[in-house]
C-alpha cells in the first residue's frame, strides 16, 4: 500500500521560508509524477506545482519564483522550498502522487495522498 507522509510545516513569519518533505513508501517513488497542493481554511484545495518523473516542474503563477520543487529517488523524498512567504500562503499543504502518463494539475487526477502539513505564515 503506498503511504506519503509529510512532514516541516509550522509558523513562520511573513518574509521567511520554509521547507516541506514527502516521503513514500509502499510504491516506486520514481514511477509517480508528484504535486503540492494546499487548502486554506474555506476554501478549495488549490494546485501549488508539480515536478515530473523526469524532474521536470511546473509552477502556479501565485508561487512562481518563490517555491522550488524537487525529488530525490534514491531517498524516495519530495520537497518543497518556499520562500517570501506570505499570509496568503497560509494552508495546509498537501503532497500527491499521479501513476498516469502526463504530469497534471488537477488534484482529481492523482492517486495517493498525504495526510498534510499545516503552514502558517504570519503578518
Known amino acids: 500500500q503506498v503511504q506519503l507522509v509529510e512532514s516541516g510545516g509550522g509558523l513562520v513569519q511573513a518574509g521567511g521560508s520554509l521547507r516541506v518533505s514527502c516521503v513514500i513508501s509502499?510504491?516506486?517513488?520514481?514511477?509517480?509524477?508528484m504535486g503540492w497542493f494546499r487548502q486554506a481554511p474555506g476554501k478549495e484545495r488549490e494546485f501549488v506545482g508539480t515536478?515530473?518523473?523526469?524532474?521536470?516542474?511546473y509552477y502556479a503563477d501565485s508561487v512562481k519564483g518563490r517555491f522550488i520543487i524537487s525529488r530525490d529517488n534514491a531517498k524516495n523524498t519530495l520537497y518543497l522550498q518556499m520562500n517570501s512567504l506570505n499570509p496568503e500562503d497560509t494552508g495546509v499543504y498537501y503532497c500527491?502522487?499521479?501513476?498516469?502518463?502526463?504530469?497534471?494539475?488537477?488534484?482529481?487526477?492523482?492517486?495517493?495522498w498525504g495526510q498534510g502539513t499545516q503552514v502558517t505564515v504570519s503578518s
Open positions: 515536478i515530473s518523473r523526469s524532474g521536470n516542474t
Open positions: 500527491a502522487a499521479d501513476a498516469g502518463l502526463r504530469v497534471t494539475t488537477d488534484h482529481r487526477r492523482y492517486d495517493y
Open positions: 509502499g510504491g516506486t517513488f520514481g514511477a509517480y509524477h
